[in-house]
């Protein structure tokens, strides 16, 4: 029998690496082992290392042994680059594994996990070091549910293939990534967990300036060196001041497109500030929203998707091209509009009518606060008090537009969470405010998250000359 390994480097793309040969001979044994154990393969790399490689490669063989691999990441945007690279769908991690369904007390819509029936199915995340494990009301953590979800049936002889990077900022509050934790794996849901990490940085992607600097802030974190960037001899890395900062957008818009072309920030209120000053100075916006406009989806939405949408749901961190705008309309306190907009990771959704929150564009926090949520469901809730059928009004309370108005802000500037899983051509990383004192681990791994979400040109904006050689 011709062994997993064997058709992997019969079919691999380059010459592989050391590690990655390794890596071949150790899925021989992740591929054919037939058991309940629960395996799990965890592939953990430095940007650069050739992951997405192993894994296209990876799951072009499984028909071979009779498996049937599924593509998943933490978000759309992430799905939409993992789909482009492996050739095949991708799916977001919540759109498997969850369906919708109604409290039969409430009427109130909630989330549940699937009854998984797959067998001999080969789950494969990518971007893992974005899946969080935080309980919240009435649900566990995603990576809870994920792994439930997987290994359902102990006869099912499903497995797990975790691929990410430790290197990236974890879930947001959390010490961790503990999808990419083989301790946390192994001890919290006894999994049978086999793991590699690649660092070898593979030929083809030596000469990118890009990959060499994130290279240098990997061996920084583990070392605990000053962070020092290389920009010379490259041709893709520059230094710049935010002087320059109209001529560089206006250069990554005319030869990527805006959609290409992104700010990454250290704060929500930094990128609120880029936000109206790209509105205003580049394109010239006089209206509060217009036609064109980009926008990211900064809460969870359940409301405006059919159920047969492909996208699931309109996920936190979901990027949409406005098309019209309708007027504007005060209540409860806040200000709302009625826009129509395309999904830019899901180029053949038709397109969607909704309400959004004019309010959350120009906040400096990430979403609504808490005590604004609690004003708009109070207010809902007195609009509708007079219908005395409890069921009936708890109905209309759920299907009301304004309680599940989109929030929404401009998407030319991201924070780096925000802007996590996914990849764009031009980047302008501005570094704000620092002090020597500021300057951790997990100011490294924010650099570090930043700058490889760039693909072709990175540009480092506003830092001092103590961060490079």
Same mark, same amino acid.
């Given at each position: ?187 919290? /849901?006894?999994? *049978?967990?086999?793991?590699? @990490?690649? $660092?070898? +940085? ?6 990118? &300036? ?102 699931? /749901?309109?996920? *936190?961190?979901?990027?949409? @091209?406005? $098309?019209? +705008? ?6 409860? &306190? ?136």
């Amino acid at each position: 029998m011709i062994t997993p390994s064997e058709r992997i480097s019969a079919s691999f793309p380059f010459e592989p690496t050391n590690g990655q040969k390794t890596l071949f001979e150790l899925l021989d044994d992740f591929v054919l082992e037939k058991s309940t154990r629960r395996n799990t393969f965890l592939l953990k790399g430095y940007a650069g290392t050739g992951k997405t490689s192993v894994l296209t490669a990876f799951s072009n063989i499984l028909r071979f042994y009779s498996y049937k691999p599924i593509m998943l990441a933490p978000t759309g945007r992430a799905a939409k680059v993992m789909s482009s690279y492996a050739k095949r769908k991708a799916f977001t991690i919540h759109r498997i594994i969850f369906n919708q369904s109604e409290d039969p007390d409430t009427g109130i819509l909630q989330f549940q996990r699937q009854k998984n029936t797959a067998q001999n199915t080969v789950y494969i995340i990518d971007e893992a070091s974005m899946v969080d494990d935080q309980s919240h009301p009435g649900g566990e953590g995603l990576l809870s549910s994920l792994i439930n979800y997987v290994f359902e049936d102990p006869k099912s002889n499903n497995k797990l293939f975790l691929v990410g990077d430790s290197a990236q900022l974890p879930p947001v509050k959390q010490e961790i990534s503990p999808a990419l934790d083989e301790v946390y794996l192994q001890n919290v /849901f006894r999994l *049978n967990v086999k793991s590699l @990490e690649l $660092t070898e +940085v593979v030929r083809q992607a030596s000469e990118s &300036g890009i990959l060499y600097n994130a290279t240098t802030l990997r061996n920084a974190l583990i070392s605990q060196q000053d962070i020092k960037f290389t920009t010379s001899p490259f041709s893709d890395i520059y230094k710049m001041g935010s002087d320059k900062l109209e001529d560089g957008l206006l250069y990554g818009y005319d030869k990527y497109g805006i959609e290409n072309t992104v700010i990454i920030t250290r704060s929500n209120r930094a990128a609120t500030q880029y936000n109206q000053y790209i509105r205003r100075q580049i394109h010239y916006r006089e209206e509060e929203l217009d036609a064109g406009d980009y926008l990211m989806i900064v809460r969870n939405n359940y409301f405006w998707l059919d159920d047969d949408s492909p996208a699931g /749901f309109l996920a *936190n961190g979901e990027f949409i @091209e406005v $098309t019209s +705008v309708g007027g504007v309309e005060e209540k409860y &306190g806040f200000r709302f509009c009625d826009i129509r907009f395309r999904l830019l990771d899901y180029a053949d959704h038709p397109t969607v009518e909704a309400k959004i929150i004019l309010d959350t564009l120009h906040s400096f926090t990430p979403q609504l606060e808490r005590e604004e949520n609690r004003k708009l469901y109070n207010a809902v809730l007195e609009e509708h008090s007079e219908i005395a059928d409890k069921r009936i009004r708890l109905k209309r309370i759920r299907e009301d537009e304004y309680l599940n108005a989109l929030q929404v802000k401009f998407s030319y500037a991201l924070t780096c969470h925000k802007s996590q899983g996914g990849q764009w051509d031009a980047i302008f990383v501005d570094i704000g405010f620092i002090r020597d004192d500021m300057v951790d681990t997990d100011f490294i791994r924010w650099q570090y998250t930043a700058i490889t979400r760039a693909k072709s040109e990175l540009f480092l904006m506003n830092y001092p000359d103590k961060f490079f050689k």
